[in-house]
């Protein structure tokens, strides 16, 4: 294989896990990468090709979980500012209140679930070696 035809592999491989990122079927996926659904078929039980979209895959839902982080920050901050506005009938300011608490509980659950998952993988990889 030359140079020219690693590089086009590798531009083949971008186009293909992009439109796979995007959301489309082995069929429409194949189509805009210029390539059978058999060949896109055959690339996805490829371990390396399968790692390579993974790896973006994580990357992608890495950068919607940091969207998603920095959106939380100012809904709570737009809550806030409702509960505490002068203006805001007592209901409102009650809703808002809830919400805040309802998020924050349900956020420290997460995180404390978490720790234990961790704690058991931990465990049971210690028991495995």
């Known amino acids: 294989m030359t140079s020219t035809d690693t590089w086009s592999q590798e531009n083949a491989d971008s186009v293909l896990c992009a ?3 995007s959301g489309l079927n082995y069929e429409a996926a194949a189509e805009l990468s210029g390539c059978s659904r058999s060949t896109v078929a055959r690339r996805m039980r490829e371990p390396g090709f399968r790692a390579r979209l993974d790896q973006l895959r ?7 979980a940091d969207h ?4 939380a920050i100012e809904s709570v901050s737009t809550l806030a500012s409702i509960r505490s506005h002068p203006n805001t009938p ?3 300011k009650v809703r808002a209140a809830t919400a805040i608490l309802e998020a924050a509980l349900k956020y420290r659950a997460t995180i404390e679930l978490e720790a234990r998952l961790s704690a058991l993988e931990g465990q049971l990889k210690m028991r495995r070696n």
Not at 58 to 64: G, K, M, N, S, T
Request: hydrophobic share 75%; no cysteine.
């Open 19 to 21: 439109a796979l990122l």
């Open 58 to 64: 994580a990357e992608a839902l890495a950068r919607v």
């Open 68 to 71: 998603l982080a920095a959106e």
């Open 90 to 92: 007592a209901t409102v």
